[in-house]
C-alpha cells in the first residue's frame, strides 16, 4: 500500500509535504513503548501508530526501519522532532483517529501486523 493511500485511510495531514507518496508500507506498528518496538522485530516498510511526538519517536523509527509514522489524536510533534524526521527521510502525519480506529481500519484495507502475527 503507498504512503498517499494511507493518508486516505487515516483522513490524515502530512505534517512534511516533501514526503513520497509512493513510498509503499508493507505493514503496521503500533506502540507508545518504544522499547517495545525494539524488542519485538519489526518488518521494513512499516507505519508506526503513536500518540508519542517526541525525538524518540524518530530515532526510534530509524532504527526498526520504519518508514512513517502516524501521529493520533491530533497530536503535534514540535519543530526538532519534524525536523530531524525530514534528515532521516520519515515520513510524518497527524491523524484524529485513536490509535484504535487508525489501526482497524488500516487492518480492514489489508495491511498486517509489522510483527508478522497475523499472516
Do not use: W
Not at 512534511?16 to 507508545?32: F, K, L, N, Q, Y
Not at 483517529?97 to 489501526?103: F, G, I
Request: with cysteine.
Amino acid at each position: 500500500m503507498t504512503l498517499k493511500k494511507v493518508i486516505e485511510i487515516l483522513g490524515a495531514e502530512m505534517v512534511i509535504t516533501t514526503a513520497d507518496m509512493g513510498t509503499e508500507i508493507s505493514s503496521v506498528c503500533s506502540s507508545d513503548l518504544m522499547s517495545d518496538l525494539l524488542h519485538f522485530s519489526t518488518t521494513p516498510k512499516s507505519l508506526l501508530v503513536t500518540g508519542l511526538i517526541n525525538k524518540q519517536v524518530v530515532r526510534t523509527a530509524e532504527i526498526a526501519d520504519i518508514k512513517a509514522i502516524a501521529f493520533v489524536l491530533d497530536k503535534r510533534p514540535d519543530k526538532e522532532t519534524i525536523e530531524m524526521a525530514r534528515q532521516k527521510g520519515i515520513a510524518l502525519m497527524v491523524t484524529r483517529l485513536s490509535r484504535y480506529t487508525a489501526c482497524g481500519r488500516l487492518y480492514a484495507e489489508g495491511l498486517r501486523s509489522c510483527t508478522g502475527e497475523d499472516r
